[in-house]
């Protein structure tokens, strides 16, 4: 028999009781829990993402269709050091359960872990843990001082009407009533099990007379047993041989589903974490194109050019933003738009709807409309700065290694606006000056020939061409110099050192992808 799946990731900050109350709620294990990994057991802390489960009845409020609901947890490691790897696991989760020491209070990450549940999902539960540390007589007012504070930092999320539960992991105190808290807010993730299947790998092992397992959570579409999957980058399809889902053998797996798969004739060094899928679902990319968000707590620089840490799934590479808008807000993206570069992020009261270009040092597997995640990880992890910056969902993505150099980023038309200036050096006539200062010696002022300027004094006018070798050019007024302008360039006033300057002013726009480096107006 299977039952639904409902994926609850555990997060909060290291050493506050996250992989003990994984322990205390689960009743069965898989391969990769309760810091198994060598490591983490030399170290006494969470390395790498746990995966266990329990069963509860199914709850009343999501139908009468089961009678059981199978929930999964994540476990999630809480060192600073390891923020990417909580990224990864909280694109998988349908709620968070943040764990809090009541003895220590909300801290670094906890707070980054609160931003992390913010972007990815929708419910939100918080414990505070290690009650037992606090003396029985002052542990009621400990808990409600507690709760009181959280309410008030949850009161500025989405989560404010969030349910707080204090309990003892370690002495099992609580866990009943956590349970109960769990199956009356159990709200899982509608997911697509139409389509092609998506499986996002978080482990990959052999076992001797088996074959290669892959564990993850499938995020989208169903798959049977003997059908043939695509294995990440590797460009190599298999068979599944068989699959389970925590011990239990099935022949089917579908959207929100745990579930590890077996593959004979595979090399599990070949696979760390990753995605495994049928059809096209997944592409390799080398840029993409979101909608970008700012995550208000982030306080460092956020200009364009700059590389941050991009988080898709489980993968996190160096990539370089440019920010671009276009001047109104819920716009979808669109090639046909044309949009405003910004040398700085534009705050969120500049009524434009903002994007981003990422361009990645290192190809990355996708899913269209997947979550993106951008971050500062090379900030100092004992800073209390959040390093999380941007999020947003992918609106395009660029397939070809050489994306720079053909022509897809040419239909990508962002433009910047420039500005030149230059002076009236003298008139000609009524309707034509010679100006300097505007171009460089060097410049070919044909290529800016027929732009319009404005002149201090009012009037518009046209470049007419060069005018020697300086630099210098002519501009055409249609209209005729204004009688302002005739004063201020009176050969005369000037030579008995009156008259003034007349500044003019070009204002073009240039596509930055363009080749032909053309200038608009």
């Known amino acids: 028999m299977s039952f639904p799946n409902y994926n609850i990731g555990i997060l909060g900050h290291v050493d506050s009781g996250k992989t003990t109350l994984a322990k205390a709620l689960s009743q069965v294990a898989s391969t990769a829990c309760f810091d198994k990994n060598p490591q983490s057991k030399e170290r006494g802390i969470t390395l790498d993402l746990g995966f266990s489960s329990f069963t509860i009845p199914y709850p009343l409020h999501l139908g009468t269709d089961h009678e059981q609901l199978l929930v999964t947890l994540v476990d999630c490691p809480g060192h600073a050091s390891l923020l990417k790897t909580v990224i990864g696991g909280a694109h998988i989760i349908d709620t968070m359960v943040l764990v809090v020491d009541i003895v220590k209070g909300i801290q670094t990450q906890t707070a980054e872990c609160l931003v992390i549940g913010e972007l990815t999902c929708d419910n939100l539960i918080v414990v505070l843990n290690k009650t037992d540390l606090i003396p029985v007589e002052k542990r009621e007012a400990q808990v409600a001082k507690m709760k009181k504070k959280i309410a008030l930092t949850l009161s500025k999320t989405k989560f404010k009407d969030t349910k707080i539960i204090a309990c003892s992991a370690g002495c099992k105190e609580g866990i009943e009533n956590l349970v109960s808290v769990i199956s009356n807010n159990a709200e899982p993730r509608k997911r697509d099990t139409a389509g092609d299947f998506v499986f996002a790998v978080d482990h990959c092992f052999g076992i001797r007379g088996q074959g290669t397992i892959f564990t993850g959570t499938c995020l989208s579409g169903a798959i049977i047993v003997n059908s043939t999957i695509k294995i990440s980058d590797t ?30 004739q595979f090399d599990a060094k070949l696979l760390e974490r990753g995605l495994v899928y049928t059809g096209d679902a997944v592409q390799t990319v080398h840029a993409l194109v979101i909608d970008l968000h700012k995550v208000p707590y982030y306080k460092g620089s956020v200009t364009s050019k700059t590389k941050y840490h991009v988080s898709v799934g489980h993968e996190t590479v160096l990539g370089r933003l440019t920010f671009f808008s276009v001047p109104s807000q819920e716009t979808i993206f669109s090639f046909e738009e044309e949009y405003s570069y910004h040398e700085t992020y534009p705050e969120d009261d500049a009524g434009c709807s ?122 055409y007024v249609e209209d005729g110099l204004s009688e302002d302008a005739l004063t201020l360039l009176d050969k005369k006033k000037r030579k008995e050192g009156g008259g003034g300057k007349v500044v003019v002013k070009l204002v073009f726009k240039r596509f930055m992808f363009d080749k032909k480096k053309q200038m608009l107006q």
């Open 235 to 264: 460009k190599l399809e298999k068979k599944i041989k068989s699959m389970q889902v925590f011990h239990r053998s099935v022949d089917r797996v579908a959207a929100g589903d745990r579930a590890g798969i077996c593959v004979t």
């Open 354 to 475: 903002v994007f981003a270009l990422l361009e990645l040092e290192h190809p990355v597997l996708c899913v269209g409309d997947s979550m993106v995640i951008i971050s500062r990880l090379d900030i100092d992890i004992n800073s209390p700065s959040c390093r999380l910056a941007f999020w947003g969902r992918i609106q395009h993505m660029y397939k070809s290694a050489t994306y720079t150099s053909d022509e897809s980023l040419a239909t990508l038309r962002i433009f910047k606006i420039k500005e030149r200036e230059g002076l009236v050096e003298r008139m000609n006539d009524e309707w034509t000056v010679i100006v300097k200062d505007l171009f460089k010696k060097e410049t070919d002022i044909d290529l800016f020939t027929h732009l319009n300027v404005s002149l201090s004094t009012g009037e518009r006018g046209r470049i007419d061409g060069s005018f020697g070798n300086s630099g210098k050019c002519k501009v």
